[in-house]
């Protein structure tokens, strides 16, 4: 009986339950990413970087190490060690694989992890970046009520030899004011992890793993005052210093890639897909998400009628 899973095109194998990914269903090869939960060895060399709650080593290795939570040892882009604090939920594991570790799994193997949602608008894939509370969730979960199908949710991986994204897994995380602005139900729903008021939200609907090319890049500018704005396309150059900053795990990502690697992911996308910024009003009621969300449809459909 097949227990593999399918992550950004991946096939992982996990002794860790991942309900939040797909089965395998695709070709009988080898694996490309393992994931156990084992006591992880401490390194007697010391670390290329430290950061709050991470190291890097020469060679690419990477630990997490988070209070409550456990430690996670991601190395050479193939295999997860993780080790569980006493009592903490498997839920609070996963969110930490599905973010942090996936980020560093991309950058291991080559890919640019951009910070970022990303949903499906007419066979195309478009992004929806920002900063961490930026509403790339909310603004990714209204363009879905529109009938948009969800690719990724925070960690966008476009394979820089391709030019596509590779959809990560089908669930969003909403907080429950945005479950009710958009009429979805969040009974039965489990909370993204602790001390975050967050529902995982499945997301099934149309989904696909099958790679796919971005056509757009949609960075939200949040700020204290003034409506929802209009997307304004930045120039070449703005485009790629926006993205840079936007790249997820940017300082790790810059040791282990290289920071001229990533200046070309960086580039390549930016020509492959028009950037935007994207205003947004802190705190603006969310009874205008549908429209926010209709400005950003009517700017992708009006830049694929124009080729």
Known sequence: MNHDLILCGWRVRSTLPLPE??????????????????????????????????????????????????????TQGRQVLVEP?????????RAFILGSV????????????????????DEVAVLIAGISGAGKSTLAAALGARGHALLS????????????????????????????ALQMPHEGLLTHRVGQVKYRVPAFADFSTAPIAPAAVFVLNVSPIGPFGA????????????????????????????????????????HLAPVYTLPRRKGAPLS??????????????????HG
């Open 21 to 74: 990914l797909l089965p395998w269903t695709g070709e009988d090869r080898p694996v490309d990413i393992e994931i156990d939960v084992a006591n992880i060895p401490v390194p007697t060399v010391a670390p290329t970087l430290v950061l709050p709650h991470s190291r890097l080593w020469d060679n690419g290795d990477f630990l997490l190490e988070l209070d409550g939570v456990g430690r996670f040892w991601v």
């Open 85 to 93: 604090a006493t009592d903490c939920p498997a839920a609070g594991l």
């Open 102 to 121: 996936l980020g560093v799994l991309c950058h291991q193997r080559g890919l640019l992890p951009i910070h970022a949602s990303a949903v499906r608008i």
């Open 153 to 180: 949710d925070d960690v966008a991986a476009i394979d820089p030899k391709s030019g596509q994204l590779l959809p990560a897994y089908p669930q969003r995380k909403l907080t429950p004011d945005v479950l009710n």
């Open 231 to 270: 997307p304004q396309r930045l120039s070449s150059a703005k485009a790629m210093a926006l993205l840079d900053r936007m790249i997820y795990r940017r300082a790790v990502g810059h040791h282990i890639q290289s920071k001229l690697a990533l200046f070309s992911s960086v580039a390549k996308l930016s």
């Open 288 to 305: 205008e998400l549908d429209d926010f969300a209709a400005q950003v449809e009517s700017c992708v459909r009006t830049l694929k009628s």
